[in-house]
Every structure is written in structure tokens, then in C-alpha cells.
């Protein structure tokens, strides 16, 4: 009788949780309730103890302990370890680290670091969504209606997905929530739509909220996020990953914005001419209903 399944354990937690999911059908149903609490509930691992999660997935503290030695760990510490360095490893709080910028200022090497870390981002980026943006793009492009969703620092790559998407596309919705209307907002979405949702850490609760009425709704969900195990990302069916590593003291939306781009680049490669057609159209409404300032003719002088 198999007793583990590898003789080598994960050796992060993105590692680990990628391969509970992957292998979730093929665990007893024991072990699925174990591993269903671990993928939904990542940040609350390193804070309850082994009984409360036991009772919070509806096993006996006893099956964690055998989850964890089958797959390859000595015991439950040795697997909780993982989800304990990952908070280790986790954003510092941005008093902190406007603190320790405070000490730098003035430097003429600012500028260039905060450039070189930019840089990095997208590169970071381009490398981790080659196969799944293609992926995001069908999930997209298919459903009756997509809504689009992301709060506080994450609503400017919401905002500028659904504003240029929606100049090709107009069944784009945008998600506001404004004066406590969340609920009215979600009320709307049925299983033949998409919803796409952005959020790093810390994640906003009402970017959370979005995606569980999403899951409950029946709709596709397409993640951007910073990690494979963030709470949005557990809970879509295609994730696409930002980095937002900064000098300064707040995490960078660059990465985030690029991929952004980048989708709705291919979503109107895929439409083909009738993204081409509903862009002329929108093109002449605004210049026709004076959204942009005239620009003077070349060639002689204006009237």
C-alpha cells in the first residue's frame, strides 16, 4: 500500500498548491476535505492551529498529519512551514518602507533603480503569461458580457481594461460598487458571463466579495494578481501574474497595467474586422461629439 505519493515534498508553497490542485480528484474524500481548506483558506494556515483548521475543513486533526506525510513532508509542521514563509516573505507595510526611503532621498540613483525595477517587472510578466493569456483571451472573448473589477490602487488597470476594451466591445461592464451599490452591481451577472477581477496584496475585501459572486453566479473568472495562491487567483479559472516589486514605498501597477494592455491587445486581434468595424464607429462618435480638443491643420493658419 502507498503510504506517499513522492518521496520529495513541494519546496514552495505556489509549488504545493498547484500540485494539490492538479491531483485533488485523485485524493480520498478524507483528503480532499483537507486540501480544499488549505487552497481556500492559504493566509489563515500559519495562524490557527492544527485543531481549528482540522474542524474548519471537517477532518480530524489526525488526516492532516497523514496529508502531510503522503505528500512527502515528516509531518503537518514540516507542510505548514511553507504558508508560514510565504506571510514571512510578505509586502512590509508602507509606513515602513516610506521610513527607510525618507533615509535615501535625494539620491540621484532613485530614478534609475526605480527604471531597472520596472524593467524587471515586465520582463517577469512576459515570462509568466505566455500559455495562460491565451487561455484568458478565450474565456473573454466567449462570454455574453465580461465585468471588469478592481478597488483602491487596483481600479486604474480596471478602469483602463474596460475603457479600451469597451471602445471595440460594448457589452464590457465596469464594476464600481460606488456609495455601497456592490450587491446592485452583482446581481446582473449570470454563468454565461466573465468577470475579470485585479487585486495584490493585501487584498481588497471587495475585490474577494466580486469574485465569490462570480464562483456563485456561475461565471468564468479570469484573475490578475500578483501570486498563484492569492484569494482571487484560488478562486478563477485563469490566472495571469503581475509582479509589483518597487523601490518606493508602494507596490508598482506597471506590470499590471502592461498586462492589461497586452490582453486587450489580443482580444481585438481575435475579434478580427468586427473589432475594426466597432472602433471606427467609436473613433468618429467622439470626434464627432467633441471628446478631444481640435488639433490645428497642417499647412496654414487657423481661422
Request: hydrophobic content about 40%; some cysteine; overall charge neutral.
Amino acid at each position: 500500500m502507498q503510504t506517499t505519493e513522492s518521496a520529495t515534498p513541494p519546496e514552495s508553497l505556489d509549488e504545493l498548491l498547484t500540485h494539490l490542485r492538479k491531483n485533488f480528484s485523485n485524493y480520498s474524500s478524507q483528503f480532499q476535505a483537507g486540501v480544499r481548506y488549505l487552497l481556500d483558506h492559504p493566509r489563515e494556515i500559519p495562524l490557527l492551529s492544527m485543531r481549528k483548521i482540522a474542524a474548519g475543513a471537517g477532518v480530524k486533526p489526525a488526516t492532516l498529519v497523514r496529508l502531510a506525510q503522503f505528500l512527502g513532508f515528516d509531518g503537518w509542521q514540516s507542510l505548514r512551514e511553507l504558508f508560514v514563509e510565504s506571510v514571512r516573505g510578505g509586502p512590509q507595510p508602507y509606513t515602513k518602507r516610506a521610513k527607510e526611503l525618507i533615509r535615501v532621498s535625494g539620491s540621484r540613483k532613485m530614478l534609475s533603480e526605480m527604471l531597472e525595477v520596472q524593467h524587471r517587472n515586465l520582463d517577469a510578466t512576459g515570462g509568466n503569461n505566455g500559455d495562460s493569456i491565451s487561455v484568458a483571451v478565450d474565456v473573454i472573448s466567449s462570454a455574453a458580457n465580461v465585468y471588469v473589477a478592481g478597488f483602491r490602487s487596483c481600479f486604474p488597470v480596471a478602469f483602463s481594461f474596460h475603457y479600451v476594451y469597451r471602445l471595440f466591445r460594448p457589452s464590457v461592464h465596469l464594476i464600481r460598487g460606488e456609495a455601497g451599490t456592490l450587491e446592485m452591481d452583482l446581481r446582473s451577472l449570470t454563468k454565461k458571463d466573465a468577470v475579470v477581477v485585479v487585486s495584490f496584496a493585501p487584498y481588497s475585501m471587495e475585490i474577494l466579495r466580486v469574485a465569490d459572486a462570480a464562483h456563485e453566479a456561475g461565471c468564468r473568472v479570469v484573475a490578475l494578481t500578483d501570486s498563484t495562491v492569492a484569494p482571487i487567483a484560488l478562486r478563477a479559472d485563469c490566472t495571469l501574474l503581475f509582479p509589483v516589486d518597487s523601490p518606493s514605498f508602494f507596490p508598482s501597477i506597471t506590470a499590471a497595467v502592461a498586462l492589461s494592455e497586452a490582453l486587450v491587445e489580443q482580444l481585438l486581434a481575435k475579434k478580427g474586422k468586427g473589432a475594426i468595424k466597432a472602433l471606427e464607429q467609436s473613433e468618429d462618435q467622439l470626434h464627432q461629439t467633441g471628446a478631444y480638443v481640435p488639433m490645428p491643420r497642417h499647412g496654414g493658419s487657423q481661422a
